[in-house]
């Protein structure tokens, strides 16, 4: 018993860490490959959801579809795509021709990732932003569509 709760406890103070990196409301400003700027200042007053992923990752290729599905049938739900991977502009480009997605994506410099989000740890994150700008929900793993409106729903 004593061993769980040590345990427990250790797992605990390895993730608070991680956790307290994001900013409550975070700041994104970056340039997306079709040469405009995601603002996620701009997008207070809507539901934003910040997708890490990589080409490479089987769970993010997935969830693209659903992500992309949420944002077209939801009017107050943007996105942004941030691919989290040390890969030329063009693969990324020639990636997203046989993946279409209908929001923004970025491509981020691994050794420069965006200062008011957590690293990630693993691929798919994804960060759910409210309207005010604070941080709703992260998520790490694949997101659906499904676990989406759950969070909308709670209105964090």
């Given at each position: 018993?004593?061993?769980?709760?040590?345990?427990?406890?250790?797992?605990?103070?390895?993730?608070?860490?991680?956790?307290?990196?994001?900013a409550r409301k975070p700041t994104l400003k970056i340039a997306t490959l079709d040469?405009?700027?995601?603002?996620?200042?701009?997008?207070?007053?809507?539901?934003?959801?910040?997708?890490?992923?990589?080409?490479?990752?089987?769970?993010?290729?997935?969830?693209?579809?659903?992500?992309?599905?949420?944002?077209?049938?939801?009017?107050?739900?943007?996105?942004?795509?941030?691919?989290?991977?040390?890969?030329?502009?063009?693969?990324?480009?020639?990636?997203?021709?046989?993946?279409?997605?209908?929001?923004?994506?970025?491509?981020?410099?691994?050794?420069?990732?965006?200062?008011?989000?957590?690293?990630?740890?693993?691929?798919?994150?994804?960060?759910?932003?409210?309207?005010?700008?604070?941080?709703?929900?992260?998520?790490?793993?694949?997101?659906?569509?499904?676990?989406?409106?759950?969070?909308?729903?709670?209105?964090?």
């Amino acid at each position: 018993m004593k061993f769980r709760l040590f345990a427990l406890c250790a797992l605990a103070a390895l993730v608070a860490p991680v956790m307290a990196e994001t900013a409550r409301k975070p700041t994104l400003k970056i340039a997306t490959l079709d040469g405009k700027t995601f603002d996620l200042a701009a997008k207070r007053g809507h539901w934003v959801i910040v997708n890490y992923w990589a080409t490479w990752c089987v769970p993010c290729i997935k969830e693209m579809p659903d992500i992309s599905d949420f944002v077209a049938s939801h009017k107050n739900v943007t996105a942004i795509g941030l691919a989290y991977e040390d890969t030329d502009k063009k693969d990324i480009v020639a990636f997203l021709d046989q993946h279409k997605v209908v929001y923004p994506i970025a491509q981020l410099d691994i050794g420069n990732p965006p200062k008011d989000f957590d690293e990630p740890r693993g691929l798919p994150t994804t960060y759910l932003i409210a309207p005010d700008g604070h941080v709703a929900q992260r998520f790490v793993g694949p997101v659906t569509s499904q676990k989406l409106a759950e969070a909308i729903a709670k209105g964090k």
